[in-house]
């Protein structure tokens, strides 16, 4: 189980695993620098860009060449632009890649004799990447430009398309970081709230080992056979295979004798304790596991974000937890299983000095539990 779980982790971070440092990209388009009384796409532009891949907002820099149309200037003039953006790419998990980008530049204009003036500007859009093979990215983007400074305050829209193409060395280091399980217990370390349980035992959703039980008899008119073979604590997983043997018989087990685990985890607006309807989805689909699989206890923690007061983000975090045991409970699942606890922001899972990182922390974390001892070990 436990291979399968850390399989299923590398499959899952395989993109970022081979995702090489650098990318060459280079695009071509058409801009609009003129847009009183309307917008005019008929200046070709032409670019060259060079990304960083190695971080989660991934700095570009772009070097772009504009030829103005005769239209729009009495003699042949031309924009050479230089900026440096951040680029944030949202992980779809499939070769096609949607991102957002923002930035700094500088425009410098060939002949200021025409009306046109050297200036810095702000920028900002997003895009689409689609991977084609390995070693080549097709793009296509649009950008709003700002100009900054002096009298003008003119506005710039540019669209391209374009090739990228990654090259360097492939890292190991985010998917290691990623996966990492000090105690080989399934559970990574970051969300291993028992980092040091002993090899080989038993976990909940939490890392933390579970009680053990003592081998005990038990008639079979309680539990009824599952399986031909020899199963001591009839949950359908024979013996030699079972790395759970006494589970209780009226427990859900997976393919190794273990009872089932679930981890839900979904996020909210700010200052909101309301489950969106894209969350509602992740509720009703965990409320359908807990009724099908018996057994376990559930226990759900809010957090928020570090924004307001210690007071106010406790009680927040309390609210949040308790729409989803509502949730849980309209579904039809049983209020003792059920547990709440408000953690505030307490437990951040990233940083709070950014929106995405107060965004992560504004959450539900949910985790199933099973108590070993029912009725003093009843089989």
Do not use: W
């Not at 894209?278 to 570090?306: A, C, P």
């Amino acid at each position: 189980m436990k291979r399968l779980a850390l399989l299923s982790i590398l499959a899952s971070s395989i993109l970022l695993a081979t995702e090489k440092p650098y990318e060459l990209g280079v695009n071509f388009g058409i801009t609009s620098i003129k847009n009183e009384p309307s917008i005019k796409m008929r200046n070709k532009t032409f670019g060259l860009n060079l990304q960083l891949n190695e971080y989660r907002i991934k700095p570009r820099f772009d070097f772009e060449y504009v030829t103005i149309d005769s239209a729009e200037s009495e003699v042949p003039t031309s924009l050479l632009k230089v900026s440096g953006n951040g680029v944030y790419e949202f992980d779809t998990g499939s070769i096609v890649s949607p991102y957002m980008l923002a930035g700094l530049g500088h425009e410098s204009v060939t002949d200021e004799r025409t009306g046109f003036k050297s200036h810095p500007f702000m920028q900002g859009g997003g895009g689409l990447g689609i991977a084609i093979t390995e070693n080549i990215k097709a793009k296509a983007e649009l950008k709003a430009l700002q100009i900054l400074g002096g009298d003008e305050e003119s506005n710039e829209f540019i669209a391209s398309v374009g090739l990228a193409m990654p090259f360097g060395v492939a890292t190991q280091k985010n998917i290691v970081e990623s996966i990492v399980d000090s105690d080989n217990d399934g559970v990574m370390d970051r969300l291993d709230k028992c980092p040091n349980s002993p090899a080989g035992s038993a976990v909940d959703g939490s890392g933390c080992p579970l009680p053990i039980v003592e081998s005990v008899s038990f008639d079979g008119n309680q539990c009824e056979i599952k399986i031909d073979g020899p199963d001591m604590d009839r949950d359908g997983v024979e013996d030699s295979i079972d790395q759970c043997p006494n589970t209780p018989c009226d427990f859900s087990v997976d393919s190794k004798g273990c009872p089932v685990k679930a981890i839900l985890r979904i996020h909210f607006a700010t200052n909101s304790d309301v489950i969106t309807d894209y969350s509602m989805k992740k509720v009703r689909k965990f409320g359908d596991f807990l009724l099908e699989h018996r057994g376990s206890l559930v226990h759900i923690s809010g957090h928020t974000d570090s924004r307001s007061s210690d007071s106010y983000n406790m009680a927040l975090s309390k609210k949040r937890a308790v729409s989803v045991r509502e949730a849980l409970i309209d579904m039809g699942v049983s209020a003792s299983r059920l547990s709440t606890e408000g953690r505030g922001e307490s437990d951040p899972i990233a940083t709070n000095s950014t929106k995405e990182g107060m965004a992560l922390n504004r959450r539900i974390e949910v985790n199933l539990t099973y108590p070993q001892y029912l009725n003093g070990g009843r089989r």
